[in-house]
């Protein structure tokens, strides 16, 4: 399967600390995606990030992709308590279908 | 936000009727997804079309039909609704592929639905 693989599946941090997530899959991809999602609410599309690029800002977010290791991370600087959302990343293959991975779920502490 | 809504926004239903739910757009968006969202699973995608009349299957399209009759228009139908497909589904869009591969989905707001 090509499907993104999340990890931690959860992770708590206080206001202002860093979180970083992770991405892994198996297969050649076109192009890396992640999407947040807040509770209740659809997804939202945050960075594109194609196979031929190794690092991506957008903001306070970083994200990074190594395509050796198939792995793709995506950093949030200074947490706020808004970012307590569930953090999706999504393989763009060669088709035009996404295959989603099941997440990481983050809580931000005030 | 995109243009994008989903009808019913909740729906409980019983086993074996069938279930019909709505998904329209004003970005004349050419492609048109539907995914099921289910603890531990992600979002799966159930089918998703490429143009008017243009369809194909996703990853669990069993139990699943769908149409589109127009571009902003993408229907799901559940022909016999069973307790396995209780669900939050969501609708996405996406303008084109770019460069080959896949371009930004945005997604409705989903549809919560119980069968009961």
Same mark, same amino acid.
């Given at each position: ?18 979180? /970083?997530?992770?991405? *892994?899959? +198996?297969? !050649? ?6 999407? &947040? ?26 994200? /990074?992709?190594?395509? *050796?290791? +198939?792995? !793709? ?6 947490? &706020? ?30 | ?116």
């Amino acid at each position: 399967s090509q499907q993104g693989e999340e990890d931690p599946q959860a992770l708590s941090i206080q206001e202002g600390e860093n979180a /970083t997530m992770n991405c *892994s899959y +198996k297969t !050649s991809i076109n192009n890396l995606q992640w999407y &947040r999602q807040n509770s209740g609410r659809g997804l939202v599309h945050l960075i594109l990030i194609r196979s031929n690029e190794r690092e991506k800002h957008s903001g306070r977010l970083r994200v /990074t992709l190594d395509t *050796s290791k +198939k792995s !793709s991370s995506l950093l949030i600087t200074a947490s &706020r308590a808004a970012d307590t959302a569930s953090y999706f990343c999504a393989i763009g293959g060669a088709t035009n279908k996404l295959i989603f991975g099941t997440g990481t779920l983050l809580a931000v502490q005030p | 936000d995109a243009g994008i809504t989903q009808s019913p926004r909740h729906k409980v239903t019983e086993t074996g009727t069938p279930v019909t739910l709505r998904c329209h757009q004003t970005e004349n968006h050419r492609y048109m997804y539907w995914y099921r969202q289910d603890p531990g699973h992600g979002l799966r995608l159930i089918h998703y079309s490429y143009g008017v009349k243009d369809t194909d299957k996703g990853e669990v399209s069993d139990g699943y039909s769908v149409s589109r009759s127009k571009t902003e228009d993408f229907l799901l139908t559940l022909e016999s609704a069973t307790s396995s497909q209780t669900s939050v589904y969501f609708c996405a869009i996406s303008e084109s592929d770019v460069g080959g591969g896949t371009d930004t989905q945005y997604f409705g707001p989903g549809t919560r639905l119980t069968v009961l």
